[in-house]
């Protein structure tokens, strides 16, 4: 299981770094990744759906601590932004406003195809190795530190969004990695996720973070935006 592991991971960073086009390795990673997780679960459905927070049963309650930790996180990133520009959020309701409701429609479209890539990775991130490596070491709080840790390298160079997603993954996997697996909830992950990926691209530098780029295409932005 753990070199299965890391090989799993190696190759996701490889096609990360050397694949042009992506699209075809991540439907390949999902239909693995299903299959395995569909394999440990004894090839049970509700299991599959129970392990990977695809069927949560959590309930408002459940979710206060998560909620409190993302609004920290949320706001200590907008703070940040408004030092750089302190107008920021009233400039993205000036944009709303303006052209409404077109440009409402396009923020609303944007975080909903957000949305899914980070369902995506959420369900990567956790559904795998959240759980696998909970499995290998029986300890919640370092299996989340660990599948933070590898969820941050997958964002190398970005000197933004490898502290983000280290925090954020380790935060989510965390709340994921709940033993009651019925409290499991991939979906309100996903959201939140999305959310804060909107705030960094909106609020913080576009010098620093190069439009949320990843592997190579950190570097090519440089280039192109010369």
Known sequence: ATIELIAVFLIVNLAIWILPCKLFFYLSLSLYVGRRVWLVNGKSLAALKENLGLSPKDSFKDRLALLLIFGIFWRAITIIGEFYNPDFIAQFFSFIQNNFPVNLALFTGNLLGYSIWALFQQTILNGYFGNQINNLINRRFTAALITGLLFAITHLPNPVLVPV???????????????NKQLRNVYLLALLHAILGLTVSYSLPNDWHHNMRVGPGYYTYETQNR
Do not use: A, I, K
């Not at 997603?165 to 033993?179: D, E, I, K, Q, R």
């Open 165 to 179: 997603t280290f925090v954020g993954g380790t935060f989510c996997s965390y709340f994921f990695l709940n033993p």
